[in-house]
């Protein structure tokens, strides 16, 4: 991850109370902090294209104008270098996970403390990231995955590819990605996903993650609305 310090700065971010209490936070932990603000995917573009170059973008995945994850990964594809920091209410170790991959430096939830998204901000200058510790137990979530896959009368006939190429697709893998990653051929990939629809009765990749979802949901509780978020 690119170090180096941050004294500019683009809030995204529709809610006009929240944005305000960033800002303040800011100019108090950052001396002489030029600060920005947007309140839509596409505010975002304007003030970019502007000439406003900011060191880092504090980004809310909930906005007017966007779907899902899809506002941030516009952002990714058209400010590929950008630092971003996703600032939502919205979390599960899925998504946060899948904001990583997909290149953001940093996550924090909304109800972090003043001192915690200075620290955050620090840790993104020094180009180390940041993500919540109850936000990195990635580690064990194949473990878990697993046992819930196993136990699951609806999963538990799935193959051993079916079910590792079931939970790429759950947290937002295209195909292409999936074979990358599994050392397939794409056309394998998408005999597997076929055969898998099959097992599990369903007609599409949305409706098999959901179907995951309320698995996952009885057995370990995690946040529906933000694995929803994933399929966008």
Do not use: W
């Not at 004294?7 to 971010?13: A, M, R």
Request: hydrophobic share 40%; charged share 20%.
């Amino acid at each position: 991850m690119a170090a180096g310090p941050v004294s500019n700065v683009l809030i995204v971010d529709d809610h006009p109370l929240y944005s305000d209490a960033l800002a303040a936070a800011l100019e108090l932990s950052f001396d002489g902090c030029g600060i920005q603000r947007a309140r839509t995917l596409q505010e975002t573009f304007e003030v970019l294209e502007s000439g406003f170059d900011p060191d880092l973008i504090m980004f809310d995945l909930k906005l007017p104008d966007v779907t899902g994850i899809s506002g941030f990964q516009e952002l990714r594809k058209r400010r590929p270098s950008a630092r971003v920091l996703v600032i939502s209410s919205l979390a599960s170790g899925e998504l946060v996970q899948s904001l990583i991959e997909n290149g953001a430096m940093g996550f924090l939830p909304k109800d972090a403390s003043a001192n915690t998204l200075k620290h955050a901000i620090s840790e993104i200058a020094a180009g180390r990231g940041y993500v919540p510790q109850e936000y990195r137990q990635l580690d064990d979530a194949p473990a878990q995955d697993s046992c819930a896959f196993q136990s699951s009368p609806e999963l538990s006939n799935l193959t051993p590819q079916q079910t590792r190429i079931l939970k790429l697709i759950c947290v937002g893998k295209p195909n292409k990605q999936i074979a990358y990653e599994l050392s397939l051929a794409e056309a394998t990939v998408k005999a597997h996903i076929t055969a898998l629809l099959r097992r599990l009765g369903v007609r599409n990749r949305t409706q098999a993650a959901v179907l995951v979802d309320s698995v996952m949901a009885r057995q370990t509780g995690n946040e529906p609305e933000a694995r929803a978020f994933l399929q966008h």
